[in-house]
Nanobody, 124 residues
Framework: QVQLVESGGGLVQAGGSLRLSCAAS????????MGWFRQVPGKEREFVGS????????YYADSVKGRFTISRDGAKNTVYLQMNSLKPEDTAIYYC?????????????????WGQGALVTVSS
C-alpha cells in the first residue's frame, strides 16, 4: 500500500510558474516510477510526464516538453512537478501516481496508486 499526498495547486497567471509536490508514504520501497497526469471535465486523464525512481530518467508529453520539469527526492519520497510558462490550456486537476512496476511508464493504466489531485488554474 502506497499513499500519495499532493500539494501546491493554485491560481497563476499565464506565463507564470507553479510547483506541485507529491509525497509518498507506506510501502515506498516498492515504487519504481512516478508520474504526473492531468484531467479536465469531460476528457480523459492525460499523461504529463514521468520519472524513473531509480535512475531519474524523465519523459514528457509533447504539450509540456520544455516547460515542465519532473524531479524527485528519494530521501523524502517526494516527486515534484515544476511548471513554467504556464498557459490557460494547462488548467486542470493534476494527479501524481506511483507505479510498482519496473521501468518508465507513461500510461495511466500502468500506475497503481494515485494522489488526491491538485487543481491548477491558469488565467489569461
Amino acid at each position: 500500500q502506497v499513499q500519495l499526498v499532493e500539494s501546491g495547486g493554485g491560481l497563476v497567471q499565464a506565463g507564470g510558474s507553479l510547483r506541485l509536490s507529491c509525497a509518498a508514504s507506506g510501502r515506498t520501497f516498492s515504487i519504481y516510477a512516478m508520474g504526473w497526469f492531468r484531467q479536465v471535465p469531460g476528457k480523459e486523464r492525460e499523461f504529463v510526464g514521468s520519472i524513473n525512481w531509480l535512475d531519474g530518467t524523465t519523459y514528457y508529453a509533447d504539450s509540456v516538453k520544455g516547460r515542465f520539469t519532473i524531479s524527485r527526492d528519494g530521501a523524502k519520497n517526494t516527486v515534484y512537478l515544476q511548471m513554467n510558462s504556464l498557459k490557460p490550456e494547462d488548467t486542470a486537476i493534476y494527479y501524481c501516481a506511483a507505479s510498482i512496476r519496473p521501468g518508465l511508464v507513461v500510461g495511466a493504466g500502468a500506475y497503481d496508486y494515485w494522489g488526491q489531485g491538485a487543481l491548477v488554474t491558469v488565467s489569461s
